[in-house]
């Protein structure tokens, strides 16, 4: 498939794929013309690229665990790394939850006294 064809499919833009590319994160061919070309399976690995760096990973990091994903192979260290990026996610979800549930406590606060209404701009003036 061309790269418009992967960006549409893959809900991202053509030049984060052109980045990826350039980061080693994925491969793609050339025809004859020079245009890219993606095999099927770049849809799926784009997706697990963009949920690995939502999850706050460095692309070079993306880059050490695709290898993995693939294969299903791991060196020790390489197991290290995962389970460390594991463990630090994990913290950003704790923090995340901690955060949601005070928001939740504002909100509760907020609509047992009452919401009130803003006077418009022209009112003011």
């Known amino acids: 498939m061309r790269i418009g064809e992967l960006a549409d499919r893959a809900g991202v833009s053509v030049r984060s794929l052109r980045y990826y590319e350039q980061q080693g994160l994925l491969?793609?061919?050339?025809?004859?013309g020079g245009q890219r070309t993606y095999e099927e399976g770049a849809v799926e690995r784009v997706q697990l690229i963009q949920q690995l760096f939502a999850a706050g990973?460095?692309?070079?990091?993306?880059?050490?665990l695709l290898p993995c994903?693939?294969?299903g192979m791991v060196t020790s260290s390489?197991?290290?790394k995962i389970r460390h990026e594991r463990e630090a996610i994990e913290q950003r979800?704790?923090?995340?939850?901690?955060?949601r549930d005070k928001l939740d406590g504002v909100l509760e606060h907020v609509l047992s006294v009452g919401i009130y209404e803003e006077p418009s701009p022209q009112a003011a003036g």
């Open 69 to 71: 994903v693939s294969t």
């Open 93 to 99: 979800i704790t923090e995340l939850t901690a955060a």
């Open 27 to 32: 491969d793609s061919n050339r025809t004859a």
């Open 57 to 64: 990973l460095p692309s070079h990091t993306i880059v050490d």
């Open 78 to 80: 390489m197991f290290d």
